[in-house]
Structures are given as C-alpha cells and as structure tokens.
C-alpha cells in the first residue's frame, strides 16, 4: 500500500521537498499548524501576531530547509524557528501596549444551545492560560497541550530539564486543577478554515 502524504514521517517530506516535490511542504504546515499557533499564542498573546509569525516561520524554515542538519528532531527545529519568530515580534511590538488576550478571538467552535457550557468553560481555561507568564505558559503548553516529553521541551526551549519539570508543576499551581483534564481539547484550537488560510497564504508566497 502506497502511503498518503499524511502519513509520511517528517524526514521523508523534507527529502521530498528537497528534491522537487514542493507542493508536499503543504503537508509539513497542516501537520504543524496547531503546534505553531499555540506556541505563537502563547508567547505573543494575540491571534492576528500569532498567524502573521507562523507565515514567516514557514516561510523562513522553507527558505533554509536545505540547512536542516537533522542533529534534533523536525518538529524541534520547526519550533525553534517559530519560537525566534515570536521574539523578534514581540521586541518589534515593545512599544505598542498590549491589552489582555480576548478569548471572543481564540475560539472557534460549533454553538448549538447545549454547547454553551461548553463554550463558557472554554474560555475561561483559555484566559487562565494566557495569564500564566510566558515561561510557564510555553512549557505547560507544550507539555500538557502538545504532548511532548520533558526531554523534547527541553531541546525545544532550550533549558534543562529540571526547569521543565519546575516550571510545569509552578505552571500547574497557578492553574485550577479541577480544570486540567479539560485544557487539553479546549485550549487555542486552530481549526480547519485557519489552517486552510494560512496554507493558502504560504503556499501562494512560495510559488512567486
């Protein structure tokens, strides 16, 4: 059976890419969408920045993935290049005052009456996440949301993985614990008609 580009591991996309088949880089964005506007939430705290540095991370992670030496893992590297984007955004918005996130913004899901809870509860997970500060934030979102090991958020952030484990359980403190089992499917969905934009708009800057 042959296999679906879904399918296909992180390294063999790149060789592809590499090697001419540019319209696979596609698959690379929808596979990382959700990670990169999470970690772009959390750091930059709007969903208009957040989109605007997840282009230009893919566009640069484009522009250098010859360069990609495979030493970490793909999705590391990729994170590593979103995360400097969100920084050099961020110093670049220094001067501009930045209002508290508005949850109106983050979420984007069905609202039938019985989901109305749902929804409520929703953003309020969503506001006490984004009032963690940023280094607890980043680390709970990558440990607890994205599902990556201690190690791979160490690499990711570039700490050692004591703090990780630090700032995790401070992260988990300041949070209400009765709310924790539902962060994790409720928290900065990015959902289809987002990924589809963004897709469009990488993809069509490629191509010029």
């Known amino acids: 059976m042959i296999a679906t580009p879904d399918q296909v591991s992180d390294q063999e996309l790149v060789a592809r890419v590499l090697a001419g088949e540019k319209g696979l880089f596609e698959t690379i964005i929808r596979r990382y969408n959700q990670r990169l506007y999470r970690i772009g939430m959390s750091v930059l705290n709007s969903d208009t920045d957040a989109e605007d540095a997840m282009q230009n991370a893919y566009i640069k992670a484009y522009e250098h993935l010859a360069g990609f030496e495979h030493r970490a893992a793909f999705s590391t590297w990729l994170t590593r290049i979103m995360l400097n984007q969100c920084y050099e955004q961020k110093r ?52 607890e949301i994205e599902d990556l090991s201690v190690r791979d958020t160490s690499e990711t952030l570039e700490i050692e993985e004591s703090n990780v484990k630090v700032r995790l359980n401070r ?19 990015f959902h289809l008609s987002r990924c589809n934009r963004i897709v469009s708009n990488v993809m069509g800057k490629l191509r010029r």
């Open 92 to 143: 670049k918005n220094r001067h501009i005052a930045a209002p508290l996130p508005s949850t109106d913004n983050f979420m984007h899901m069905d609202t039938p009456a019985n989901d109305l809870v749902n929804k409520e509860l929703g953003n309020v997970l969503e506001r006490a996440v984004a009032q963690l500060p940023e280094k607890y934030r980043l680390v709970f979102v990558l440990r």
């Open 171 to 189: 992260a988990k403190v300041m949070l209400r614990k009765s709310l924790s089992g539902y962060v994790k499917d409720h928290v900065y969905g």
